[in-house]
């Protein structure tokens, strides 16, 4: 988008290890990036590669403000339901679990509230994972990484782990002074309390996971009493371990090195997308408060960003969101609280740093009024589609067949000639009742004039009716025999249509194959 | 091509050197983790070396400290197989054969065991589905050699046909043509005749003589009217169903040479719920007669 007025001054600014890895709209006007808040420690020699990066140790430091109410909230309300949910019934009748969400491996289920769905309707999960895909190009579109912010599990994890890390070990400050001094009593007992918590938090989360796959009451107290299979401890034991190696150990690590979303969304984002952004048009040339209140005195350029480095201390991932969007950024929105705060305390308009885009801030240095677009053709066509494929997804649901038929011709042999020269059609049919009570179904065929039909195991014969008892929520795969006395033209092919008809309710369903002869 | 490496200037990382129409890569370095999950990987790989087997030697190979073998794992599958059927395979133990046809759960597992059974075991003669081949009867129609009953069908396979079993199916067809009791023009004139019971025509052929013919030496099998006795295994010859076909050529070969196919025994070399399970399935592919 700016990649004309892109100058290689540009690249100077850009010195930071974040900054290497990416960065979407540096300008030229853009201040020069300040050197990173804890140094580099691995110096890189002139004639030598080193073989591996140290991770440069993030202290994320505390603040409140509207971005930080909001990830709380955020917080509350996915952890909540994440580790409450399997608790929620939902009334199914005698014959099926009472779980409002739960995944069936057993009987092959999956149900979602009113939704239960068989594993040949898995297609449904291909339109939620449409709807997620472009509901997340949508976020983008409208406000850079909303997901990677506040919603992605990454990110709410490590937001807790961080406040648990603050409340043990003690905020910013207070850590890095204590990581310094030698081991103690004190801050031994601190980080002993720390990873205990993390663990604590690590094993719910791998143990609310398992409680999706099977009756959550009744598991909890299998586990509890050492009775639950031994699949559920080791994918507790699996998850614990995942949770407090990314959430307390890996954190921005996973997010710069393992995710692929950073490098994708680059490629989806526009000018008018909302990003996290520094207003340098507003902070520049920064210095410090007494400095540019000196220069703004004497009617000299003076900038508002005081370069207190509240915004770096704060991030999660130890960005300088002075430098420019870049692939380190998340995107929370906590440099914005810390900003804000400080400039409040110095008596500045908020909003030095904020929600914008690098167009804005083009059109402000030229005198001209900042526009923004969240209604533009890009998230219209978004919209459109999710709407478009929640709406076949809600039409399929509702007019779901509750019954259903499969027919598998007999391949070996394709007929089969009688003593008294009938012609004979063996068929494999699958009977689908997807209600929660036993039915009983009529089985008819159709589509040739003379034949008999008969059911492997029915003791009705040929006579019929045929009627196929199918149990709840289950399917029942029967032998049909149909037979042909009328003289068939040579190597016929007829097709036909078996037809089940529930005695009770009515409800029908087909379907058609051929019949075969010599 | 190679170069040195140096500072690439727009980002001041070092460059690997290595250039391909102007294009550079940069030598950006691991994260340090990712380096020791390198090596952890290496140390897992000698960690299995020792525990698995792995390593050919000359006449055999390294067994590993486990004692793992994948022999091992397949009858731990059996044996978990066995314990998941075990109490269905107990019911289809001690119910009859008519017991199982009448009960429906017991009729689908029955056949859900006979099916890959026949598979295994009948299918290279009998074809996958059971439609049968030249030589083999077709187990789908209600043409039955000896017997189409449930227990007609069990004993069949239990003992085999011409077996060598001492309570096999037996029965021997003369070699009426190789064993000079008929001459040439009596088996033509014979053929002719079982070819017309079929409604097909063989000119030349003197029909009544082959009448005759077949009277004086295949009735006492086939039957006066060649319907076939089953008792003897001995085929219906007027349905239109062939076991070797019905050409002129072939039915004269028959007659000639006669024919005697055999099946094995099965008793001994399949368990008896497998047997049962198999005259089952047999039984309901279409052709089981009440």
């Known amino acids: ?72 909230a955020v917080l509350v309300v996915t952890l909540g339901i994440y580790y409450l949910l399997p608790f929620v019934r939902w009334d199914r009748g005698p014959t099926a679990p009472d779980q409002a969400v739960l995944i069936d491996f057993t009987t092959r289920r999956f149900y979602f509230f009113f939704i239960e769905i068989w594993p040949q309707e898995v297609y449904y999960v291909t339109g939620l994972l449409i709807i997620a895909a472009v509901t997340l190009f949508l976020m983008n579109a409208v406000a850079g990484r909303i997901w990677c912010g506040y919603l992605c599990p990454q990110t709410v994890w490590t937001d807790l782990f961080c406040a648990i890390e603050r409340f043990t070990e003690g905020d910013r400050r207070e850590h890095l002074r204590r990581d310094r001094e030698p081991m103690s009593l004190n801050k031994a007992a601190r980080k002993a309390t720390k990873h205990f918590l993390w663990l604590m938090i690590a094993w719910w989360t791998g143990g ?38 990314l959430a307390g ?16 969304q680059a490629a989806l984002t526009d000018e008018y997308a909302l990003n996290v952004t520094y207003r340098y048009d507003r902070g520049e040339p920064r210095g410090s408060v007494k400095k540019n209140e000196q220069l703004r005195q004497k009617g000299l350029p003076a900038g508002d960003c005081v370069d207190c480095l509240q915004c770096v201390n704060v991030c999660p991932t130890g960005v300088d969101i002075r430098g420019g969007a870049n692939l380190g950024c998340i995107q929370c929105g906590l440099c914005i609280d810390a900003c804000d705060s400080i400039m409040t305390k110095l008596g500045r308009p908020k909003g030095l740093i904020a929600y914008d885009t690098e167009l804005n801030i083009h059109r402000r240095q030229h005198g001209e009024k900042p526009s923004f677009h969240i209604v533009r053709p890009r998230t219209i066509v978004y919209a459109a589609i999710i709407a ?131 | 091509m190679a170069q040195a490496p140096e500072i690439d200037p727009a980002t001041g990382t070092p460059t690997t050197g290595h250039e391909w129409d102007g294009i550079r890569e940069l030598n950006t370095p691991l994260p340090r983790w990712w380096l020791w999950l390198f090596y952890i990987t290496i140390v897992w790989a000698i960690g299995y070396w020792v525990v698995y087997p792995s390593w050919p030697l000359v006449s055999s190979y390294s067994r ?171 085929p219906n010859l007027t349905d239109s169903i062939w076991l070797y076909g019905s050409s002129v050529p072939t039915l004269t070969e028959t007659i000639t040479n006669s024919r005697n196919g055999v099946m094995p025994t099965w008793a001994g070399r399949l368990d008896d719920v497998t047997l049962k399970a198999l005259a089952v399935y047999v039984y309901t592919l279409g052709g089981g007669e009440r």
């Open chain 1, 1 to 72: 988008m700016l990649e004309q007025q892109l100058t290689p001054e540009r690249n100077k600014a850009c010195s930071d290890a974040n900054c290497k890895l990416f960065d979407l709209a540096q300008h030229p006007n853009a201040p020069a990036m300040i050197p990173p808040a804890v140094p580099d420690e691995t110096p890189e020699p002139e004639d030598e590669v080193p073989l591996y990066a140290a991770r440069r140790k993030i202290y994320p430091q505390a603040v409140t403000g509207t971005f930080r109410r909001i990830k709380w």
């Open chain 1, 208 to 245: 609310a996971w398992v409680l999706y796959f099977a009756d959550a009451p009744t598991l909890v107290k299998d586990l509890a009493t050492l009775q639950a299979p031994f699949a559920a401890y080791a994918w507790i034991g699996i998850l614990t371990a995942t949770t407090y190696l």
């Open chain 1, 249 to 264: 150990h890996m954190r921005e690590q996973v997010c710069l090195y393992m995710c692929p979303w950073p490098r994708i």
């Open chain 1, 388 to 518: 478009a494929v929640g709406a076949i997804m809600l039409y399929t649901l509702v007019t779901r067949e509750v019954a259903g038929i499969n027919v598998i011709h007999d391949r070996n042999p394709m007929f089969v000639r009688l003593a008294d020269g009938a012609i004979r059609n063996g068929y494999t049919i699958r009977i689908l009742n997807k209600t929660n009570e036993q039915r009983t179904f009529r089985l008819e065929v159709s589509g040739i004039t003379v034949s008999a039909l008969e059911i492997i195991g029915d003791p009705a014969g040929a006579a019929g009716p045929h009627e196929i008892v199918v149990g709840p929520d289950q399917t029942r795969e029967i032998r049909a025999l149909v037979t042909v006395y009328q003289p068939l033209p040579p190597d016929a092919s007829i097709p036909l249509m078996f037809t089940i008809t529930d005695t009770h309710s009515g409800v029908r369903a087909a379907s058609a194959d051929q019949f075969r002869g010599p």
């Open chain 2, 64 to 234: 590993g400290v486990f004692g793992w073998q994948s022999r091992d794992a397949v009858v731990e599958d059996l044996r978990q197989l066995k314990e998941t059927r075990g109490p269905l395979m107990d019911k289809l133990a001690a119910a009859s054969l008519q017991e199982i046809v009448a009960d429906p759960q017991l009729l689908d597992f029955a056949r859900a065991v006979g099916k890959p059974a026949f598979a295994e075991n009948c299918a290279p003669c009998h074809g996958a589905g059971g439609g049968g081949a030249r030589g083999y009867p077709n187990l789908n129609d209600d043409d039955w050699l000896w017997g189409g009953k449930l227990d007609d069908i069990a004993f069949t396979i239990r003992h085999g046909v011409r077996s060598g079993s001492e309570d096999a199916r037996e029965s021997a067809m003369p070699a009426f043509g190789r064993d000079g009791i008929l001459k040439s023009d009596e088996i033509y004139n014979v053929v002719g005749y079982v070819r017309s019971l079929n409604n097909l025509a063989t000119p030349r052929a003197n029909i009544e003589a082959g009448k005759k013919v077949f009277a004086e030496n295949c009735a006492v099998c086939h039957g006066e009217a060649a319907k076939g006795n089953r008792e003897l295994g001995a």
